[in-house]
């Protein structure tokens, strides 16, 4: 493998820092609020009536409202571990703090001036931040997040830099608020974990991509080079809480071929580096290239 080869790849050392989510459950909520002592009078702190198991979809958007409240994110992996210090200059630390992503979708795949391109869970926006530095002041890029204090503040990095062909919009990627068939490039940068139904995500990338688009998504997946982890391997669902880590709960193959049914014209994925992670199972960093056509109009990279 070349050295270009590596680029978009997060380091997987990075894998074994993250902090279990069970942590972060007790900082401060979205509203800023502490879970004791909370501010009845305004509602905005009341404590839930108890209405059974919390929707997988609220508790992830909660988890990273949350995380934009808090300031600090160590769900998946640093910046640094994908992005040149080159790349990185000039971003606010603090977006650089909250970064969640798991690769670098839009260094594998390679963005042109004048391509319009939509991020899928933007986060805090630091992919943003660097893809409208290359697609340039004729082209676009547009963030979609559930989570409003996410798009807060992917849009306060935004004006904050001056870039102004940066649109960030709160929406459920499986809603997306973007017209079919609009833009040449989707990344998605360690989203699709969140999803119990990833072939409902993904149906939605192929109906914004227009003709030759291409969708790249970076996420962290079980390597096919051993056995997957026994809940895994037993096809159990996992909790609301697996949704919002990172790791997509689906071997190498069994990913690939969810996007190969998904309607796309062509797949292609690659993996990189093995890292152990439990019950004897490793993770790899998986690329996945989706095509809308037949065949890519032009090679990714
Ligand atoms: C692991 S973070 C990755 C954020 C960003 N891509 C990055 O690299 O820092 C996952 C993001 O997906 C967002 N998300 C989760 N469910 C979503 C949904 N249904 N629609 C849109 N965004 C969603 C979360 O709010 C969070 O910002």
Not at 260 to 285: H, K
Request: with cysteine; charged share 25%; proline share 7%.
């Amino acid at each position: 493998m070349g050295a270009d080869d590596t680029r978009g790849f997060v380091s997987l050392d990075e894998l074994i820092r993250p902090r279990p989510i069970a942590e972060v459950v007790a900082e401060p909520d979205a509203c800023g609020c502490a879970p004791e002592g909370a501010d009845q009078a305004s509602g905005c702190c009341a404590a839930p009536a108890d209405q059974g198991p919390v929707p997988v979809e609220t508790h992830v958007k909660k988890r990273y409202d949350a995380l934009a409240v808090q300031g600090t994110s160590t769900l998946c992996c640093s910046p640094t571990s994908v992005y040149t210090s080159e790349e990185l200059a000039e971003i606010p630390d603090w977006v650089l703090e909250l970064s969640s992503g798991c690769g670098s979708p839009m260094n594998a795949i390679g963005l042109r001036p004048g391509q319009t391109v939509v991020d899928f869970g933007c986060g805090a926006g630091l992919d943003l931040l660097i893809a409208a530095r290359r697609v340039g002041e004729t082209g676009r890029v547009i963030g979609v997040d559930a989570s409003m204090q996410m798009v807060r503040t992917a849009r306060r990095a935004a004006k904050e830099m001056g870039l102004t062909n940066i649109d960030v919009r709160v929406g459920d990627i499986r809603r997306p608020p973007l017209r079919e068939a609009s833009v040449d490039v989707v990344m998605s940068n360690c989203v699709l974990g969140m999803f119990p139904d990833k072939k409902e995500v993904l149906h939605a990338v192929a109906a914004v991509l227009r003709p030759g688009g291409v969708a790249v998504i970076s996420d962290v997946v079980y390597s096919d080079d051993g056995p997957p982890p026994a809940d895994v391997a037993a096809g159990e669902s996992a909790g609301a809480e697996d949704f919002a880590r990172c790791v997509v709960g689906m071997t190498e193959s069994q990913y690939r071929d969810l996007v190969l049914g998904a309607g796309f014209g062509s797949v292609d994925m690659r993996s990189d580096g093995l890292v152990p992670y439990r019950d004897g199972a490793q993770v790899t960093s998986a690329m996945i290239f989706a095509y809308r056509d037949d065949s890519p109009a032009q090679p990714c990279c």
